[in-house]
T-cell receptor, first 110, second 113 residues
Framework: RKEVEQDPGPFNVPEGATVAFNCTYS??????FFWYRQDCRKEPKLLMS???SGNEDGRFTAQLNRASQYISLLIRDSKLSDSATYLC???????????FGKGTTLSVSS | EPEVTQTPSHQVTQMGQEVILRCVPI?????FYWYRQILGQKVEFLVS????????KSEIFDDQFSVERPDGSNFTLKIRSTKLEDSAMYFC???????????FGQGTRLTVV
């Protein structure tokens, strides 16, 4: 099983749509979870950390299910500027590295 | 806003040559990382560095790679004898704590010809 798995997409949605991305991770000892965003040929940028209780930042909501080793990201009211690749990131068992999924590509159209 | 800076933004080198990629992490951060991303592929972990020593390295980080923090601000990645397959975007990152979010530089695109 791959360390961090994501549906690669692409997800093609109209403006205003709600879209959800899923991610599973293999290491049950992982303690830190994040969603990053990467635009084409740019560096990954932190979107939000993911906490056990779930957390929300404006139109973005992240959920963590430790029992299922599953992380989700919900984007409400999609904007054109949300078009990017969304990377699920989990730390390794020792906490010494962040491990990236391959990313899910989102394309929002008008 | 503090940021991680990397130089050069693009480097072209001949196969077999040595390259040094440079990074200035965020000033109060203690944990430093190098990642690489081959075009169209995922971001891959290379190495993490804390307290002047390597904390973790991946299988990719073989004897051809080395890292150094030569002074209080710079963090470098050296590839001793570049191969064609080393062509990739190399990202430096830093974080303030163990397992906390990391902030990435804009990357160095390395092209080996």
């Amino acid at each position: 099983r791959k360390e961090v798995e994501q549906d690669p997409g692409p997800f093609n949605v109209p403006e205003g749509a709600t879209v959800a991305f899923n991610c599973t991770y293999s290491n049950s000892a992982s303690q830190s979870f994040f969603w990053y965003r990467q635009d084409c040929r740019k560096e990954p940028k932190l979107l939000m950390s993911v906490y056990s209780s779930g957390n929300e930042d404006g139109r973005f909501t992240a959920q963590l299910n430790r029992a299922s080793q599953y992380i989700s990201l919900l984007i409400r009211d999609s904007k054109l500027s949300d078009s990017a690749t969304y990377l699920c990131v989990v730390n390794n068992q020792a906490g010494t590295a962040l491990i990236f999924g391959k990313g899910t590509t989102l394309s929002v159209s008008s | 806003e503090p940021e991680v800076t990397q130089t050069p933004s693009h480097q072209v080198t001949q196969m077999g040559q040595e390259v040094i990629l440079r990074c200035v992490p965020i000033s109060n951060h203690l944990y430093f990382y190098w990642y690489r991303q081959i075009l169209g592929q995922k971001v891959e972990f290379l190495v993490s560095f804390y307290n002047n020593e390597i904390s973790e390295k991946s299988e990719i980080f073989d004897d051809q790679f080395s890292v150094e923090r030569p002074d209080g601000s710079n963090f470098t990645l050296k590839i001793r004898s570049t191969k064609l397959e080393d062509s990739a975007m190399y990202f430096c990152a830093s974080s303030g704590g163990d397992g906390t979010e990391a902030f990435f530089g804009q990357g160095t695109r390395l092209t080996v010809v």
